[in-house]
């Protein structure tokens, strides 16, 4: 059956370092990876989206990777903030009508200054 | 723009007792989701929607479970009869594209005893 493994359940950093949370999906060939933000008590909230043929995607502070060899993405926020204490769900998917997104457990960020 | 909206925020019902969920999509989005985040999990796909047809409903537990988007617009999530394991996150979703990013309401916290 189709997996998803979000590395460690919880990750703990300083304030300033780069976080790297890790996405590992088996029995599934997504064409596009989602990555979300959830902050406790509300919804998750979309942050980037890099499909099969992008290696690479940034967005301000985040970077994701893509790798279908390793069947592995990886989310990186450089110059991390407490701002970013959340956890973080990523969420593979194949390109077509009716698949719908299979979300990770998520990670769960702490930043502290 | 306004979000996706849901009522209510927070139910508590006894096992057996019905309960009903509502959403309203951010105006303009064709496809419409619900799903069940249990504590510690990720968000689980319950029943897809485009426009007011359904394009995944194979996690939705049709026994207990029915969903209905009238007019591909507003939609109502229902239990009946609940169980102790519906205890749950009710996320309702929207997208413009079953290919593009989701926008989640607040969710409703449903609370079985």
């Known amino acids: 059956s189709q997996k998803i493994e979000q590395n460690s359940e919880a990750l703990n950093i300083q304030e300033g370092k780069t976080a790297t949370l890790t996405c590992n999906y088996t029995?599934?060939?997504?064409?596009?990876l989602q990555w979300y933000r959830q902050d406790p008590g509300r919804g998750p909230v979309f942050l980037l989206l890099?499909?099969?043929?992008?290696k690479e995607k940034r967005k301000e502070r985040l970077k994701v990777t893509f790798d279908t060899t390793l069947k592995q993405s990886l989310f990186h926020i450089t110059a991390s903030q407490p701002a970013d204490s959340a956890t973080y769900l990523c969420?593979?998917?194949?390109?077509?009508?009716?698949?719908?997104?299979?979300f990770g457990k998520g990670t769960t960020l702490s930043v502290s200054s | 723009e306004a979000g996706v909206a849901q009522s209510p925020r927070y139910k508590i019902i006894e096992k057996r007792q019905s309960v009903a969920f509502w959403c309203n999509p951010i105006?303009?989005?064709?496809?419409l989701y619900w799903y069940q985040q249990i504590l510690g999990q990720g968000p689980k796909l319950l029943i897809q929607?485009?426009?007011?047809?359904?394009?995944?409903d194979s996690q939705l537990p049709k026994d207990r479970f029915s969903a209905e988007r009238l007019k591909g617009v507003d939609s109502t999530l229902k239990i009946q009869p609940a169980k102790l394991e519906d205890s749950a996150v009710y996320l309702c979703?929207?997208?413009?594209?079953?290919?593009?990013?989701?926008?989640f309401g607040p969710g409703t916290r449903l609370t079985v005893t």
């Open positions: 979703a929207s997208s413009s594209d079953y290919l593009y990013e989701q926008y």
């Open positions: 029995n599934y060939s997504p064409a596009y």
């Open positions: 890099i499909r099969e043929n992008e």
């Open positions: 969420a593979p998917t194949r390109n077509q009508a009716g698949t719908a997104l299979i």
């Open positions: 105006s303009g989005h064709a496809t």
């Open positions: 929607f485009q426009n007011n047809g359904v394009v995944d």
